[in-house]
């Protein structure tokens, strides 16, 4: 048993024949005929028979997909579906400690045409090889200009476009710590704007970045640079922020255009200089003619993952329409809060911004796919994000179960299952963690003896959540792609439930009663038990997505967690023997800043474990 496809495309035929083998092929018997068409895709089956009526590439390889899904289960089908944009992107974040290997962005290349995206943009910062600059990206598992120019070349077999998207102002602290970049560093992550020698680099910078690629789209960064000019800049003088920003990108777009490029950039400077406080998109910021006519032609990406109200959006895309410049807009996936992706403020947050973007008639979108602090939720925790942001392109609404139908249809996977996710970090269920609370991530790396987030999570009863989360995570459906890594999320739930247990054990001991340390002690075996199995599993997970490079931070934070275990029963001995007060556990504890309104607070690595700076 196969099907036979009939029309495709000679350039899309090994595209279609691998996804066709991914998706169940040899389950179905039946002649497919496959025909070019107007706006939309439509899928039909009458027993042995079948048809895709398609637009674009992208349409193609949903259709593939999706015929191969419903076909599974049914002899008859029609489905049609409309689009609403004319480019829907992913940004995968490479650059924040994990760097996919080759393989697994192959794979996830082809994972993203399946449902439709159009574009990969690839999030670089500093990890691809420039050539003349040996320090760029060193030890920090950069991409090759070979490696990428394949990638490349494989994405556009899927019909994908792969984008280079790089920093060329700010967001280079990696880049910037090595002294052969001394003579382009104004502050610690912030380009010298107005040098010859940042010039010169930057047109060696933008030749690397864009040359291995198939396009002349690149994203050049700009966002967040608030430390611009108030580092060595300061010393020759002040000049102004804005002025600063503007010459600086008129001197960006002047390279692009020397080298053919289209660029776009993040929109949020504009609007954190023209508020009179300084405040990221504020609604009262108005731009003049005067300021947009002095603007070169780039286009403005606006970011924003946090709403849940369409008329959020909506009045900030008609801010944006001032700057008259190509606009669009990038939602966010959730993949950076913590250890797992925060799925209801990512369901809350797509489904806004996407009304929002329709309603103001935006043509361009991105699902964007962060790993800030570390890389830490895997990559493959991703995948609910990304159907449902796609799903906004071909519906107009998308309800919970046609997610979990499209989800089962095109991935088969359970929602339900990946939604469970949510759980690590939204201690009420069924509400929306609209704060982005992380208690998984402050709980794990809390301080067994300084406890600084004991008044935060007081009030929680986390043993026993995490261990009811534990049970659930036993019993989901997984298919082979996510079986790994619900492993590794069953083990994480256990060790948070023996990490509380462990913390309230070592709370509850007095001065006065040195001797009963037996519960503390079992409780700290048991917690060293889980983290090792947590590590293992982890380690697992990490290497099968991602290269070594990085992987030593997460040694050195999960290691020292164990390693901790070990001073403390240590200490515990010490303790019962009077030779040793616990004088930090026993320290009066305060509420620690919380950083959201949520009700237990979100943290960093950094912000967790010490009080002191973990990186001196």
Do not use: C
Request: glycine share 6%; charged share 20%; hydrophobic share 45%.
């Amino acid at each position: 048993m196969a099907v036979e496809w009939q029309g495709i495309p000679a350039k899309y035929q090994f595209a279609v024949q691998q996804l066709a083998n991914q998706h169940g092929e040899q389950a179905v018997t039946a002649t497919v005929t496959v025909t070019e068409g107007p706006a939309g895709l439509t899928l039909k089956r009458a027993g042995d028979t079948g048809t895709i009526a398609y637009h674009t590439p992208a349409d193609l390889m949903r259709g593939v997909t999706l015929w191969l899904g419903h076909a599974q289960h049914e002899t008859a089908f029609s489905v049609a579906e409309q689009t609403s944009f004319d480019s829907v992107a992913v940004m995968l974040d490479v650059a924040r400690n994990g760097v996919p290997t080759v393989t697994n962005l192959k794979a996830f290349i082809e994972r993203t045409a399946s449902l439709g995206y159009t574009e990969v943009w690839l999030y670089l910062e500093d990890v691809f090889e420039v050539p003349g600059e040996p320090y760029f990206g060193l030890g920090r598992g950069r991409f090759s200009q070979a490696q990428l120019h394949d990638l490349a070349v494989y994405a556009d077999r899927f019909g994908v476009t792969l984008v280079p998207a790089i920093q060329t102002l700010a967001h280079l602290q990696n880049l910037l710590r090595w002294q052969a970049f001394d003579n382009v560093k104004d502050a610690d992550d912030v380009l010298y704007a107005g040098k010859t020698e940042t010039r010169a680099f930057l047109k060696r910078m933008l030749t690397a970045a864009s040359a291995p690629f198939l396009t002349k789209k690149i994203h050049i960064g700009m966002d967040e640079a608030y430390n611009l000019g108030r580092g060595k800049r300061l010393d020759d003088g002040y000049v102004d922020q804005q002025q600063l920003i503007q010459d600086h990108l008129k001197m960006v777009v002047e390279l692009t255009q020397e080298l053919g490029l289209t660029p776009y950039m993040w929109s949020d400077m504009w609007f954190t200089i023209a508020s009179p406080t300084h405040t990221m998109y504020d609604e009262s910021v108005h731009f003049t003619p005067e300021f947009v006519a002095s603007l070169p032609h780039v286009g403005q990406v606006f970011w924003d993952y946090y709403h849940d109200e369409p008329e959020i959006y909506k009045v900030r895309l008609k801010q944006h329409k001032e700057l008259k410049q190509s606009l669009v807009w990038a939602g966010g996936v959730w993949t950076w809060a913590g250890l797992a992706p925060d799925q209801s403020k990512m369901l809350a947050s797509i489904k806004a911004g996407m009304t929002g973007a329709k309603a103001e008639g935006i043509k361009e979108v991105v699902a964007t796919m962060w790993f800030d602090d570390g890389a830490e939720t895997p990559l493959s925790a991703s995948w609910l994000g990304l159907q449902d942001f796609i799903e906004y392109q071909y519906h107009d609404t998308v309800s919970p179960t046609e997610l979990a139908d499209a989800f089962s249809l095109m991935q088969g996977e359970d929602a339900a299952s990946y939604l469970l996710l949510d759980d690590f970090d939204n201690l009420r269920p069924g509400t929306v963690n609209t704060d982005a609370d992380n208690p998984s991530k402050l709980v794990l790396y809390e301080d067994l003896l300084l406890q600084r987030y004991r008044q935060n999570l007081a009030p929680e009863h986390l043993a026993e959540h995490y261990e009811a989360l534990a049970t659930k995570l036993t019993q989901v459906t997984v298919s082979a792609n996510s079986a790994q890594t619900f492993k590794f999320y069953q083990q994480l739930a256990r060790t948070l439930a023996a990490k509380v247990k462990a913390l309230d054990a070592l709370a509850a001991l007095m001065p006065q009663a040195r001797a009963n340390t037996g519960v503390a002690v079992a409780a700290l075996t048991t917690l060293k038990a889980e983290l090792q199995r947590l590590i293992t599993e982890f380690r697992a997970l990490w290497h099968a997505e991602r290269r070594g490079e990085g992987y030593e931070v997460l040694d050195i934070r999960l290691g020292g967690l164990v390693a901790r275990v070990d001073t403390v029963l240590w200490r515990l001995d010490r303790f019962a023997a009077g030779a040793d007060e616990l004088a930090e556990l026993f320290e009066v504890k305060l509420p620690m800043d919380k950083w959201t309104n949520g009700p237990v607070g979100h943290g960093l690595y950094k912000q967790i474990v010490s009080p002191s700076d973990v990186l001196h």
